[in-house]
C-alpha cells in the first residue's frame, strides 16, 4: 500500500531563514506530484506542480523538486516570511484516478 | 463566483442520524472528489467521480454515499453517523481525472462532529 510520509511534522523558524519540506512515498511509481497550501480553517490552495517528465518547478521563493527514482519530493521556501505560515502537503498521483495526500508540515515563521 | 462551494460548513450530528453534505462547482469540471482530513493522517479520498453518472470508491468509502446526477454537483451522504466520522470534509474538482496534473481547486471544508 502506498503511503506518504512528510518530515519535518512541524517547524518554527524566524523570519528570513531558508528551508526545506520533504515528502517521501514508500513506492516510488508516481506519476506527478505537487505541493498545497493549506491555512487554519481553509481549504487547499496549490502552490507547486511537477508533471512526469519535469524533474523540478519554481515559483517565486518557492522551488519543488522530485526524485521519482527513490520516491522523494522537497519544497524549498527561500526568504521565509509570517506570511508563509501554514500547512504544506504534498500529494501524488499513483494511478490515472487517485492522489495520495500527506500528512502535511506545518510552518510558523516567527517575525 | 467560480470556485468549489461546501455547506454546510459546521455540522453536530448524533450518533446514527444521517445527513448530506452538499458539494457544488460551476467551473465545469469533470472530476470531483471528496476527501476526508485527520490530524496526522492527511486527506484520504472518500469517494470520487470521473463524470456525471459515474462514481467510485477511494480508500475510505465504508458509510458514505456519493451520487453524480449533474457535472456541477457532488453530493456525500453519511448514512448513519458514527462518532469515528468527526472529520473535517473536503471536496475538490478540476477539469480532468485525477487532479494532479490539472489544477485542482478545493472547498473551504465541512467540520462535522458527531456525538
Known amino acids: 500500500k502506498q503511503e506518504v510520509t512528510q518530515i519535518p511534522a512541524a517547524l518554527s523558524v524566524p523570519e528570513g531563514e531558508n528551508l526545506v519540506l520533504n515528502c517521501s512515498f514508500t513506492?516510488?511509481?508516481?506519476?506527478?506530484l505537487q505541493w498545497f497550501r493549506q491555512d487554519p480553517g481553509k481549504g487547499l490552495t496549490s502552490l507547486l506542480l511537477i508533471q512526469s517528465s519535469q524533474r523540478e518547478q519554481t515559483s517565486g521563493r518557492l522551488n519543488a523538486s522530485l526524485d521519482k527514482s527513490s520516491g522523494r519530493s522537497t519544497l524549498y521556501i527561500a526568504a521565509s516570511q509570517p506570511g508563509d505560515s501554514a500547512t504544506y502537503l504534498c500529494?501524488?498521483?499513483?494511478?490515472?484516478?487517485?492522489?495520495?495526500f500527506g500528512p502535511g508540515t506545518s510552518l510558523s515563521v516567527i517575525p | 463566483n467560480a470556485g468549489v462551494t461546501q455547506t454546510p460548513k459546521f455540522q453536530v450530528l448524533k450518533t446514527g442520524q444521517s445527513m448530506t453534505l452538499q458539494c457544488a462547482q460551476d467551473?465545469?469540471?469533470?472530476?470531483m472528489s471528496w476527501y476526508r482530513q485527520d490530524p496526522g493522517m492527511g486527506l484520504r479520498l472518500i469517494h470520487y467521480?470521473?463524470?456525471?453518472?459515474?462514481?467510485d470508491q477511494g480508500e475510505v468509502p465504508n458509510g458514505y454515499n456519493v451520487s453524480r446526477s449533474t457535472t456541477e454537483d457532488f453530493p456525500l451522504r453519511l448514512l448513519s453517523a458514527a462518532p469515528s466520522q468527526t472529520s473535517v470534509y473536503f471536496c475538490?474538482?478540476?477539469?480532468?481525472?485525477?487532479?494532479?496534473?490539472?489544477?485542482?481547486?478545493f472547498g473551504q471544508g465541512t467540520r462535522l462532529t458527531v456525538v
Open positions: 467551473m465545469n469540471h469533470e472530476y
Open positions: 500529494a501524488g498521483k499513483t494511478s490515472y484516478d487517485k492522489v495520495i
Open positions: 475538490a474538482s478540476s477539469l480532468v481525472t485525477g487532479f494532479v496534473g490539472t489544477e485542482a481547486f
Open positions: 467521480s470521473v463524470g456525471a453518472g459515474i462514481t
Open positions: 513506492d516510488s511509481a508516481i506519476y506527478n
